[in-house]
């Protein structure tokens, strides 16, 4: 913390000490202003406050930041992803790319040269540069503490509640892990914070709308949007939150009678320019960047369209030169035309047993694969007179019946009356025979989309659908997800029913036949359009496959608000070097005990209102930031934190941190009413002052001595493990599942 | 006082006839030829079995739901002197002569009869005409998919009944509501609400979206009561304590009273009893009860004992070693320890059992007095046959590689020391002191020196390879990533060792136990188990031939074939009524349009409709829209295998907005006369259609008569339809 302080500057320092002692000069104003009532605090005290916590904020992140000098957690995904973006190699991941790319600026600009291979959690980083992006991260988590700070101070009025959730975000080990490393949430949380923030801001300029203020803050709630969408599809709750707050906004204006239609168009249009489609612009405009940026091939090709790897330099369709008509004899691999479908692929593995038929497996794999090869066959030939290379070449034409054998295990392409494994409507499609010689059911009739009889096949650019002779069913990729048996390839069936769809096409993409000519080929450009529908079905795809295994242990949301179990970030051994995410448990406590009580009180406070009891304009005041301020939060915090429980991807600790600085938003503001309302109880003004300004320095004072105590979560551990007597930590380690 | 002399005594009955023809209609609908067909339908071949488990008092668990809806049907079984011996075991099985197969379908037949009346009353609970009342019901006559639901041993028709009689109950209360609160009336229909939500509940899960809707209604008419200035607080605490009671109090005692119910009728042992707890197994006649009854109660040092993992999902193992070993290498090449196996075995075996050793003496039975274990000893568990130490070190296992091999230490002397030191953790202890109990304890078992936990790995359908005679893996997990059931351990059978030689010891190990203390689950822990069994116990999400999602329902475009005459070609489809279906579809999209219309211009201060006409339009759409989507839209989440009769309760909600949604139009829309007429020949037209495709899917709604490969090739009105057609 001292390291970070004479960057602020002598002139500060004053400023800083004077707001920490705040409640002093408060005090003396209240008594002459109001008696015994707390009053608004002096405008000088704002800018100092803010400044307060803004150091202290950028002094918690900033500091042992580059410790551990190793890896830790997910920087092995998104360092790496990073790396990706300088080094302009293509790459899939779940999350939109945003994030990655900033970080990756960060890494650039700082000097990373892209090299660190970022292989597994614990690797040194040596002489690599890392704290750019580090401190990229620890920037925007810094700034989190005053977007806090003044969307409370905008909701409540109020500096102690906005100094309480100040406190409670600078103070509070989770959030300073959360923004000490690699990691896409502080950039997620930077942006959310800020949508907030610019929505509450553009609701107080509501009396002078169409002013530059307004529109700054409402185009800056769509950016702010648009940026979240972009780091995480979480994002969309933040999304959700704005939109329901629209709605409202627009209800209430479309009931003032004095307001014509024309003005309220005008304020539909703006919302719909700056919240959908500024927005949208921002959010294309960055997937437009990562496509321009990421142009050499690399490890994401596979989850791609033949026609979009084709793009991509380095990739084997990159200014391709392939024999162009389809012949038999020839070695291929077939693409599902479905968004994110994968290549026809069949291993050495059976089925297991009561699935179908004993047979071999046949799957769609999103990977390049030699397992993904194909040999085309005719209905009735032996392998002898295709490999003499003297025999004419007879080329593949539609409607001709085939046989698709497996390259690597010599077994055809087979299917039968069998229910397939996930999709029992359909039949089972496995690899059958020995050497080639199978059975009438290996016979297929190859036909392309939209031709007459007798063309030629060509390749990458048909779509061509296989039907099954002797069942009449069709070759297609029903998009679930085999399990473990089938190592969670996709499942391949033949479908009886004759609905075309791009489940049931497949193009061919690679060809080997040597005894045809090369000819350079160059394939359909795909439109961004297209190209920017087909990133987003195999993210959402890549998110709906991340599934928990049957055995494993894993969070459930209702771990997270009590602060049940934490994340090991690094280190696993006594000797290691250990950080723990998890919460400051005293602040998740209160902000857990400050729901239920805000529920009690929000409750009361409706109830009140509705039976007409008469409310001095204090409580007028203050029922109004509850019901309104504190109902916002409250709903944001719902928002981020129940859809949770429909999920049926794996789940962390670390995605309750966005509902958890809503909670904490809401807890300054309950505990300034509550504290408010019982001063308000007690008339005497010294007894009143006393209690309320006692009130939030025991708050503050128990926020800074837990962190006091608790500090080590994030900054580091080394030593006998907690479950050890002898360890420092040990008396900390309040519940059994606590594990640092 | 004798005022009776001076008058006669007359009674004066009214009678609404509507209601009474409706009824009739409805039973005749419903009943006809119940017993036909004489054979297992569908469904009827899942919750048979539970009938006749319900007959012959045999313990088991559904994990579809809770068990009010299958008892019903025990109750027709019970009723019709059925003796619960039918195999159920395929769909179209002709059921024998013992079966009382119209008394088993008698129930559901009456409960989807009585709709129709019901659905008469809710529309004119809700103020509207006779006219649309009559409407609404004869929509729920003709709806072939309900009669279908109705006719056979399924339990939706049941749960249709009873959701709307909850509708209905609460309109009678809310309507009691204004002028005599608190009467004998208001008090009835208040509580037949509450029950009729738990009966609902108590059938299908699926009833909790109704009465989550009712309550929600409930809390919204009171918070208007909260604003009404008129009332006093006193009378406002009456009114909420009154809804309280009735509402929540109620169903929540009635629910737990059909656990109550379920499980006194249930008392032997059966083929579910291996889900549950040992606690629990042992409270059921016969099976494990037989076994254990009379164990000590305390395990001691020198007990010896069976451990049963917890989680008995797939299936119950012990743990369990033999004298084969480790193979010094595995297929993949990796090294093992080469000491002798630890498994988890699924069956009974004499290599099952342990004994508990107190690490500092040597003798292996129990003292006089015996020494009990307790929370957070350290014992050395001691295997039977063998006299071999379990044994964990830091040696990857077999399948799992991540996580420590358990083996029994044999030592081949070379530098790799017994670590066999396991402390006793009690997970359900109440204090640090508690005593390891047989049964009742669940345990974990912690390596002292490498604080690795014994679990049962081997529950991912991989049992281990030839060599270890594909029995399950048992490792010591590294890192206690928190609570899971698959590392914790119940002794099972239990007694104290008394044998000090092995021989004599191999003896008493093949000897059954025999002792003599016998313990009960209080009904409470019984109910918690089998609740939290229910809710969590999955089978498999797999698709069924005929299940389909929840999208297809709105358009109807899938079926289900029920039953198919082996000969004849006669069969019985869950296919619901076309033109009900999509008139439903466009009511409830007239519905929203028409509202979000007047929402706004109401915004703007311009009343389209008369004040009370549109209370009326809020209040009955909100209840059947609302309804409609409570019971639909969940589906969309929900992540199991579901079929077209999942929409039936939504789909009645949105038969009931038809009447109403036409009613406004021809009162509100239709300002001529001309118009008016009009609309109504429309209506008689529109009528008319839905009755003839009624008729005309009649005979796949009740299977008679038979129709002809071209006559059933004509009712395939859409190509996704699954009708059968017999190649001949």
Known sequence: MRRAR??????????????????????????????????????????????????????????????????????????????????????????????????????????????????????????????????????????????????????????????????????????????????????????????????????????????????????????????????KFVGLFVVLFVGLNTISDLWDLLGDLSLSLVMFGKHLLARVLCLILLPLAFYVTMFAVHFTVLNKSGPGDGFF???????????????????????????????????????????????????????????????????????????????????????????????????????????????????????????????YGINGTGDSNDFWRI????????????????????????????????????????????????????????????????????????????????????????????????????????????????????????????????????????GNPVIWWLNLVTIGLYLLIAVSTAVALKRGVQLTSELKELSRVVLHGGAQMMLGWLLHYLPFFMMGRVLYFHHYFPAMLFSSMLTGITWDTLLKFCAGLLSPSTTARKLYGGGFLALFLLIVYSFYLFHPLSYGMIGPMASDPSSPMAGLRWMDSWEF | MLGFLKKPVAVTVEINMNLVALTVMGLISRLWELSYPRAVVFDEVYYGQFVSLYMKR????????????????????????????????????????????????????????????????????????????????????????????????????????????????????????????FSGSWWFWLLLTGVACSCAVGVKYMGLFTYMLLLATAGLHFWHMIGDQNLSNVSLMCHFLARGLALILIPVAMYLSFFYVHLALLYRSGPHDQIMTSAFQASLEGGLARITQGQPLEVAYGSQITLRNVLGKPMQCWLHSHTNTYPIRYENGRGSSHQQQVTCYPFKDVNNWWIVKDPGMQQLVVSNPPRPVRHGHIVQLVHGITTRYLNTHDVAAPLSPHSQEVSCYIDYNISMPAQNLWRVEIVNRQSDTDVWKTILSEVRFVHVNTSAVLKASGFLGASLPEWGYRQLEVVGEKLSKGYHQSMVWNVEEHRYGKSQEQKEREVELHSPTQMDISKNLSFMAKFTELQWKILTLKNEDTEHKYSSSALDWITMDTNIPYWLHPTSGAQIHLLGNVVTWASANVAALVYACLSLWYLIRRRRKIHDIPEDAWQLWVSAGGMCVGGWAVNYLPSFLMEKTLFLYHYLPALTFQILLIPIVLQHLGDHLCRSLLLKSMFSALIVAWFSSVYLVYRTFSPVTYGEPSLSATELKDLRWKDSWNILIQKQ
Request: glycine residues 8%.
């Open chain 1, 6 to 231: 004479p960057g602020a500057g002598a002139s500060r320092m004053p400023a800083a000490g004077g707001g920490r002692a705040e409640p002093g000069p408060l005090r003396q104003r209240e008594s002459r202003q109001r008696p015994g009532r707390p009053a608004a605090p002096p405008a000088a005290a704002r800018p100092a406050a803010l400044a307060l916590v803004t150091i202290l904020s950028f002094a918690s992140r900033f500091h042992r930041l580059a410790e551990p000098s190793h890896v830790c957690w997910d920087e092995t995904h998104f360092g790496k992803m990073g790396s990706y973006y300088i080094n302009r190699t293509f790459f899939f991941d779940v999350h939109p790319p945003l994030g990655k790319m900033l970080i990756g600026l960060a890494g650039y600009l700082s000097g990373y040269n892209g090299t660190f291979p970022f292989q597994k959690p614990g690797d040194r980083y040596e002489q690599h540069n890392y704290m750019g992006m580090r401190g990229f991260c620890a920037f925007l988590g810094s700034c989190l503490v005053p977007f806090a700070y003044l969307t409370v101070l905008e909701l409540s009025k109020s500096l102690p509640a906005a100094l309480l959730t100040a406190f409670i975000l600078i103070f509070d080990t989770g959030c300073i892990t959360l923004s000490q490393y690699i990691l896409l949430d502080p950039i997620l949380m930077f942006f959310l914070m800020g949508a907030v923030l610019s929505m509450v801001k553009c609701n107080s300029c509501a009396d002078r709308p169409f002013s530059a203020s307004w529109w700054f803050w409402l185009s800056l709630t769509g950016m702010n949007l648009a940026g979240a969408m972009g780091v």
């Open chain 2, 58 to 181: 045999i313990f088991f668990v559904d994990d579809s739901g809770p068990p009010l809806g299958h008892m019903l049907l025990a109750l027709g079984g019970y009723l019709g002197g059925f003796d619960g011996n039918f195999l159920w075991n395929r769909i179209g099985a002709e059921y024998g002569m013992n079966v009382p197969v119209w008394s088993l379908r008698l129930l559901p037949a009456l409960a989807g009869a009585l709709c129709v009346p019901l659905a008469y009353q809710i529309l004119v609970e809700l103020q509207f005409s006779h006219c649309a009342a009559l409407g609404a019901a004869l929509l729920i006559l003709l709806e072939n998919s309900l009669i279908t639901q109705s006719r056979f041993m399924l339990l939706e028709s049941i749960l249709i009944f009873f959701i709307l009689l909850a509708v209905l109950s609460y309109l009678k209360f809310y309507n009691l509501q204004r002028h005599s609160s």
């Open chain 1, 447 to 582: 036909e392309v989309m939209g031709r007459k009889a007798e063309k030629l096949i060509k390749v990458l650019r048909s779509q061509v659908q296989l039907t099954h002779v002797a069942t009449g069913c069709i070759l297609g990729s029903s998009g679930k997800t085999l399990p473990k048996w089938g190592w969670e390839q996709v499942e391949v069936t033949c479908t009886p029913y004759l609905k075309r769809s791009p489940n049931s096409l497949w193009n061919f993409e690679d060809h080997i036949n040597p005894k045809l000519p090369n000819i350079s080929l160059d394939v359909l450009k795909p439109s961004f359009v297209e190209i920017l529908l087909e990133s987003h079905m195999v993210m959402i795809r890549g998110n709906s496959g991340l599934k928990p295994k049957d055995n494993e242990v894993t969070s459930k949301p209702w771990h997270w608000p009590v602060n049940y179990q934490g994340l090991r970030f690094s280190g696993v051994n006594e000797t290691d070097y250990r950080v723990y995410l998890l």
């Open chain 1, 305 to 431: 369209s033949s026609a979009f790897q084709s793009q991509l330099i380095g990739n084997n369709l990159h200014n391709i030169s392939i024999p162009e008509h389809l012949a038999y004899g020839s070695v291929v691999t077939m693409k599902n035309l479905r968004m994110a479908g994968g290549y026809l692929h069949s291993h050495w593995h059976l089925y297991p047993e009561g699935v179908g038929a004993r047979q071999q497996q046949v799957t769609a794999y999103l990977h390049k694969d030699l397992n993904n090869l194909w040999i085309i066959k005719k209905r009735y030939s032996d392998t002898a007179d295709l490999s003499d290379p003297s025999s004419p070449v007879e080329f593949v034409r539609h409607g001709d019946i085939i046989r698709l054998e497996h390259k690597e295990t010599s077994r055809n392409l087979h299917s039968h009356r069998h229910e397939a494994p996930l999709t029992k409507k359909h039949f089972q499609v496995t690899g």
